[in-house]
């Protein structure tokens, strides 16, 4: 059999500089200017960061409320810095131009790769195969006909997926880099194979094989009758040729006797016979061996299930199974047994009881290394509680930040369902704040710093965690102090996780607290991250006041703490909303603006309140111009918000 296949005869397929070799634009919107700076800036990130950390793989964004930019780009593991720089800077500079006005562009270049969307461009599996950018070589006029025999069309294309699948592996599993080269000898007649493949290096060996498997297997049927070929995806890319287009030695190298040709037919079986007397032996001490492992396994399996059955160790339900599982997959908790927790807390004796939550009581304990944790057990007729317990841990395991309270670990036993923190000595901000004696223990300094703080932890929840998450309970109670007064948000069972393009939610069954929620949720179950800025704003008044907002009673014609102070701001008395015990100390500046910041959160309608970054923009500046409030929420009302 006759076949033809195509041989290049040193030719350079890739344009020039400034030229992509593929490009995608998708998404329009109006012209913007906001967004053109944000993707100049973006650029000067993405080269100044190729030029810095001599990695290839620059990353990152440029985001205001309006217009977040998301970068990555990728240059291949043998580009000199200096170009991929250049390289990135060349896509930028084409970016407005081939694409005008789109928000979400990919473009494929000599020397680099670039993505920028709108989209946090985060790895995510499922979307692997899309905004492929692929470059197929067929089109140079240099090409020479050879006539190849003893080998089939599917032989050649078979052993191409060979070699792109050898140099995935290395990419994955060899190299520090997750870049490798490749290189195939067939066989005399036949052209060399080069390859290449390369992950972004924040993904993990094995979506770096599952990104590379999945874009391999998209440009299945495609190899026949071309000279090369690259496909790039946003966290993955790789290549092949019949000519060398990297530098140096390939980290793989594979001959035509290490692979097998698909199409090549298996040896013909030897003739049926009557079977040998050795024959007979051996089949016959396969059976009695493999007869004895299955009566072993079989015992052993019912062993198991016995010694369950008598420790009544064992799921209730299918949730909670999936439940057990998720965390013990999980490496950044650990999976209690109730016997320690019991232990540790003396059997949950109240001596060791340090409150009363929504869904349980919380206990002090002490592991046997001298670990002193904070143990939360979910109440076993709080049937309604455990969809909460479950968020919960599924939530906080993927939040880490120095103003958020630290999950250790979970306990799923039976009918027990139990939460374990980090232990704060200082107990929870309620606890010093609405306490004659205890308040004064705060003085405006630890105010102000614990109210900066708060801001912070909110303002990674929002925005710069892996997920957009609403609180929807702050309050003075979830809010714990560690040794230092370093506060630290809790409590995320009635917490809700948004994609990064959600901005609000709606729900038929309010849950919170009522006196910290925002009046569209209170009223149609509306929430939002101005939701949350409004009960941060109530939790700042109460801070600087010292009393509660839902048990104010001072002043008749103001039935609660907003009221009372949006009244004395209005006739320029401020000062008297401030708690006796920290006046004199106080900061005059500081101490007004943050009554000024907390009334601009606690404002009537949603879009009227800062978003969490002007926040904490606001309160980390002495100079920066803040607007004049308008009333409060629940202003003139005759009684108490439901």
Same mark, same amino acid.
């Given at each position: 059999?006759?076949? $033809?296949?195509?041989?290049?005869?040193?030719?350079?397929?890739?344009?020039?500089?400034?030229?992509?070799?593929?490009?995608?634009?998708?998404?329009?919107?109006?012209?913007?200017?906001?967004?053109?700076?944000?993707?100049?800036?973006?650029?000067?990130?993405?080269?100044?960061?190729?030029?810095?950390?001599?990695?290839?793989?620059?990353?990152?964004?440029?985001?205001?409320? %309006? !217009?977040?930019?998301?970068? $990555?780009?990728?240059?291949?593991?043998?580009?000199?810095?200096?170009?991929?720089?250049?390289?990135?800077?060349?896509?930028?500079?084409? @970016?407005?131009?081939?694409?005008?006005?789109?928000?979400?562009?990919?473009?494929?270049? +000599?020397?680099?790769?670039?993505?920028?969307?709108?989209?946090?461009?985060?790895?995510?599996?499922?979307?692997? /195969?899309?905004?492929?950018?692929?470059?197929?070589?067929?089109?140079?006029?240099?090409?020479?006909?050879?006539?190849?025999?003893?080998?089939?069309? &599917?032989?050649?294309?078979?052993?191409?997926?060979?070699?792109?699948?050898?140099?995935?592996?290395?990419?994955?599993?060899?190299?520090?880099?997750?870049?490798?080269?490749?290189?195939?000898?067939?066989?005399?007649?036949?052209?060399?194979?080069?390859?290449?493949?390369?992950?972004?290096?924040?993904?993990?060996?094995?979506?770096?094989? #599952?990104?590379?498997?999945?874009? =391999?297997?998209?440009?299945?049927?495609?190899?026949?009758?071309?000279?090369?070929?690259?496909?790039?995806? $946003?966290?993955?890319?790789?290549?092949?040729?019949?000519?060398?287009?990297?530098?140096?030695?390939?980290?793989?190298?594979?001959?035509?006797?290490?692979?097998?040709?698909?199409?090549?037919?298996?040896?013909?079986?030897?003739?049926?016979?009557?079977?040998? %007397?050795?024959?007979?032996?051996?089949?016959?001490?396969?059976?009695?061996?493999?007869?004895?492992?299955?009566?072993?396994?079989?015992?052993?399996?019912?062993?198991?299930?016995?010694?369950?059955?008598?420790?009544?160790?064992?799921?209730?339900?299918?949730?909670?199974?999936?439940?057990?599982?998720?965390?013990? =997959?999980?490496?950044?908790?650990?999976?209690?047994?109730?016997?320690?927790?019991?232990?540790?807390?003396?059997?949950?004796?109240?001596?060791?009881?340090?409150?009363?939550?929504?869904?349980? *009581?919380?206990?002090?304990?002490?592991?046997?290394?001298?670990?002193?944790?904070?143990?939360?057990?979910?109440?076993?007729?709080?049937?309604?509680?455990?969809?909460?317990?479950?968020?919960?841990?599924?939530?906080?395991?993927?939040?880490?930040?120095?103003?958020?309270?630290?999950?250790?670990?979970?306990?799923? %036993?039976?009918?027990?369902?139990?939460?374990?923190?980090?232990?704060?000595?200082?107990?929870?901000?309620?606890?010093?704040?609405?306490?004659?004696?205890?308040?004064?223990?705060?003085?405006?300094?630890? =105010?102000? &710093?614990?109210?900066?703080?708060? @801001?912070? +932890?909110?303002?990674?929840?929002?925005?710069?965690?892996?997920?957009?998450?609403?609180?929807?309970?702050?309050? @003075?109670?979830?809010?714990?102090?560690?040794?230092?007064?370093?506060?630290?948000?809790? !409590?995320?069972?009635?917490?809700?996780?948004?994609?990064?393009?959600?901005?609000?939610?709606?729900?038929?069954?309010?849950?919170?607290?009522?006196?910290?929620?925002?009046?569209?949720?209170?009223?149609?179950?509306?929430?939002?991250?101005?939701?949350?800025?409004?009960?941060?704003?109530?939790?700042?008044?109460?801070?600087?006041? +010292?009393?509660?907002?839902?048990?104010?009673?001072?002043?008749? #014609?103001?039935?609660?703490?907003?009221?009372?102070?949006?009244?004395?701001?209005?006739?320029?008395?401020?000062?008297?909303?401030?708690?006796?015990?920290?006046?004199?100390?106080?900061?005059?500046?500081?101490?007004? =603006?943050?009554?000024?910041?907390? /009334?601009?959160?606690?404002?009537?309608?949603?879009? !009227?309140? *800062?978003?969490?970054?002007?926040?904490? @923009?606001?309160?980390?500046?002495?100079?920066?111009?803040?607007?004049?409030?308008?009333?409060?929420?629940?202003?003139?009302?005759?009684?108490?918000?439901?």
């Amino acid at each position: 059999m006759f076949i $033809v296949l195509l041989l290049i005869l040193g030719f350079e397929p890739f344009a020039a500089a400034g030229d992509p070799l593929e490009q995608i634009c998708n998404t329009s919107i109006p012209y913007n200017s906001t967004y053109q700076a944000n993707l100049e800036l973006l650029s000067t990130v993405l080269s100044r960061n190729a030029s810095s950390t001599g990695t290839n793989q620059p990353k990152g964004f440029v985001r205001t409320d %309006q !217009d977040p930019i998301y970068g $990555v780009a990728q240059c291949p593991g043998d580009t000199i810095a200096s170009a991929c720089s250049s390289c990135i800077t060349t896509a930028f500079h084409d @970016a407005w131009r081939l694409c005008g006005s789109q928000m979400d562009m990919h473009f494929l270049y +000599g020397d680099c790769i670039v993505h920028v969307s709108t989209e946090d461009l985060v790895y995510n599996s499922s979307f692997v /195969l899309h905004r492929l950018l692929i470059f197929r070589d067929t089109t140079d006029p240099s090409i020479q006909f050879i006539e190849i025999t003893n080998f089939t069309d &599917a032989s050649i294309d078979g052993n191409i997926k060979v070699l792109l699948q050898e140099t995935a592996k290395q990419a994955a599993y060899n190299s520090t880099m997750m870049y490798a080269t490749g290189r195939l000898d067939l066989s005399e007649g036949l052209p060399l194979l080069y390859s290449m493949a390369q992950c972004n290096l924040d993904l993990r060996p094995n979506d770096c094989w #599952d990104c590379l498997d999945n874009i =391999r297997s998209a440009a299945r049927g495609s190899f026949h009758e071309q000279h090369g070929e690259w496909i790039a995806g $946003v966290w993955c890319n790789f290549r092949y040729s019949t000519y060398q287009f990297y530098n140096d030695q390939p980290t793989k190298k594979t001959g035509w006797s290490d692979v097998v040709d698909p199409t090549t037919n298996m040896p013909a079986p030897g003739p049926v016979g009557v079977p040998r %007397q050795k024959d007979k032996r051996h089949i016959i001490k396969v059976w009695i061996i493999t007869t004895a492992m299955l009566l072993l396994a079989s015992f052993l399996c019912f062993f198991v299930w016995f010694k369950l059955f008598k420790r009544n160790i064992k799921v209730s339900s299918q949730e909670d199974e999936e439940l057990v599982w998720g965390i013990g =997959r999980s490496s950044e908790l650990k999976l209690f047994n109730f016997s320690q927790l019991s232990d540790a807390t003396s059997n949950f004796s109240d001596e060791n009881k340090l409150g009363q939550g929504g869904f349980g *009581p919380v206990y002090k304990g002490q592991l046997p290394e001298g670990l002193e944790i904070a143990i939360k057990r979910l109440a076993s007729q709080s049937g309604q509680g455990f969809t909460e317990f479950k968020n919960e841990v599924q939530l906080i395991a993927k939040l880490q930040h120095t103003n958020l309270v630290r999950l250790l670990g979970c306990c799923s %036993q039976g009918e027990e369902k139990i939460l374990i923190y980090e232990y704060l000595a200082n107990k929870s901000l309620d606890f010093f704040i609405f306490d004659e004696t205890k308040k004064a223990l705060l003085e405006w300094n630890k =105010r102000k &710093a614990i109210i900066e703080g708060i @801001a912070q +932890g909110l303002l990674y929840l929002h925005k710069h965690s892996r997920l957009r998450v609403i609180h929807r309970d702050l309050k @003075a109670s979830n809010i714990l102090l560690d040794i230092e007064m370093n506060p630290k948000i809790s !409590d995320f069972g009635l917490a809700k996780i948004f994609s990064s393009n959600d901005t609000e939610g709606n729900t038929k069954r309010i849950a919170g607290t009522y006196g910290y929620m925002a009046p569209e949720y209170a009223s149609e179950g509306l929430f939002s991250i101005k939701s949350d800025v409004f009960s941060f704003g109530v939790l700042i008044l109460e801070i600087i006041n +010292g009393k509660r907002n839902s048990c104010f009673h001072q002043n008749g #014609d103001f039935f609660n703490l907003l009221g009372y102070a949006w009244k004395l701001w209005k006739e320029e008395r401020w000062l008297e909303f401030v708690d006796e015990s920290i006046v004199s100390e106080s900061d005059m500046l500081e101490t007004m =603006r943050c009554i000024n910041i907390a /009334l601009l959160c606690v404002q009537e309608n949603a879009v !009227d309140r *800062p978003s969490t970054t002007s926040v904490v @923009a606001m309160l980390s500046s002495e100079t920066m111009a803040l607007p004049e409030p308008k009333h409060p929420a629940y202003f003139g009302y005759g009684g108490r918000a439901t």
